[in-house]
């Protein structure tokens, strides 16, 4: 049974920067294309950063290039979003994801929130001063 379970969030003032995790349990993570998603009020979830589960390709959306890192520690199958220079525009609460196929190998779904096959629940982060 998959257990996923997201962690780390909190307040943070503008600039500043952030590390929240994800610990997953039930499956081996390595296998698993991973990614960040994010959902602020009234809008709809959408990725952040992802990497696939091989060839470690990784993809993210232009306004975080440079500030946010996805990392992976599959011996004791977490999954990391460090964030800096955060800005209000940031605010939301974050999801990791996680999607096995041999074709998320070479790739992962950035832009494809039902590709994806398990959710952790959810953590707030939010950027104000």
């Known amino acids: 049974q998959w257990q996923v379970v997201d962690s780390g969030g909190g307040l943070v003032q503008p600039g500043g920067s952030l590390n929240v995790s994800c610990a997953s349990s039930?499956?081996?993570?390595?296998?698993?294309?991973i990614g960040w998603f994010r959902q602020a009020p009234g809008k709809e979830r959408e990725g952040v950063v992802c990497v696939s589960s091989k060839w470690k390709e990784e993809r993210s959306i232009d306004s975080v290039k440079g500030r946010f890192t996805i990392s992976r520690d599959n011996a004791k199958n977490l999954v990391h979003l460090q964030m800096s220079n955060l800005k209000s525009e940031d605010t939301a609460v974050y999801f990791c994801a996680g999607v096995r196929s041999r074709y998320y190998e070479w790739t992962c779904p950035l832009y494809r929130p039902d590709e994806w096959q398990f959710w952790g629940q959810g953590t707030q982060v939010t950027v104000s001063s």
């Open positions: 039930g499956f081996t993570l390595e296998n698993y294309a």
